[in-house]
């Protein structure tokens, strides 16, 4: 039985460009922040939800993607649940909002605000 061995560095998380221009926008509101951070939380009927906050400092638990000159923090901690995620941005009707496609998630609750990793 062979064991994968995960390091950071192996994590790959990427975005639309819809969700860049959306963000440096954003940014551009937002002189103090230096990117958006995309953390994971236990919450919800399926486990885990999906949290994107300004970041005006990083700290030393922070990995940064650089994508598209938009810096997007995620804490070592999280690296596992993210690796591979796709970070969009949509419109649906008059609501917008970021949809995260993570290959991790093996269900979503009915309402797509939790998700489950096995």
């Known amino acids: 039985m062979t064991t994968e061995v995960f390091t950071p560095n192996d994590v790959n998380v990427t975005m639309t460009p819809t969700a860049v221009k959306h963000v440096r926008k954003q940014l551009d509101k937002r002189p103090e922040a230096k990117g958006i951070r ?5 919450s919800g009927c399926s486990g885990f939800k999906y949290e994107t906050q300004w970041v005006e400092e990083s ?5 940064i993607f650089a994508i598209d000159g938009v810096d997007v923090y995620v804490k070592q901690e999280h690296l596992p649940l993210v690796n591979g995620i796709e970070i969009d941005f949509v419109t649906e009707g008059v609501n917008s909002l970021f949809r995260f496609r993570n290959p991790n998630a093996t269900a979503e609750c009915g309402c797509g605000e939790s998700f489950t990793v096995t």
């Open 38 to 42: 995309l953390a994971i939380r236990k």
């Open 59 to 63: 700290t030393s638990e922070d990995r």
